[in-house]
């Protein structure tokens, strides 16, 4: 008995206060606005493939010509590994669109619960 009840008063005070962060860090309506979408063209600047989640920075011109940046955030680099992506999926330079929601604050020019396809239309990766 006194094992079972110091098992659950680990699991209550140890296990428990973790849950909420460990959601809201992947609340994705959180940082994106889910009721939007964005769609642009654009060349692959680089890939960081790293934990928690890869990210594709992607350079377009805005209507003024301008130069933007925008980081795509993918999955775990586990996740994608597995299911056939590699490091060099997408290289410098490749001709991307991508579609997606934009983060909440326009200033961070990242987009989340992206689709990104390639110039010959094959869908790298998506929802």
């Given at each position: ?6 098992a659950?008063l680990?699991f209550?005070?140890g ?10 860090h992947?609340?994705v309506?959180?940082e ?18 790293m ?15 301008k ?13 994608l590994?597995r ?35 390639t ?9």
């Amino acid at each position: 008995m006194t094992r079972i009840l110091s098992a659950l008063l680990v699991f209550s005070f140890g296990v428990l206060p973790a849950v909420g962060p460990a959601l809201a860090h992947h609340s994705v309506s959180a940082e994106f606005d889910t009721t939007k979408k964005i769609e642009f063209t654009g060349t692959v600047k680089k890939v960081d493939w790293m934990n928690p989640h890869i990210y594709t920075h992607v350079e377009v011109k805005d209507p003024s010509g301008k130069t933007l940046v925008y980081k795509v955030e993918g999955g775990p680099p586990n996740t994608l590994f597995r299911a056939g992506w590699r490091q060099d999926t997408l290289k410098p330079g490749d001709v991307v669109t991508v579609s997606g929601s934009p983060a909440r604050v326009a200033e961070h020019m990242t987009v989340g619960q992206a689709t990104i396809t390639t110039a010959d239309g094959k869908r790298v990766f998506g929802r």
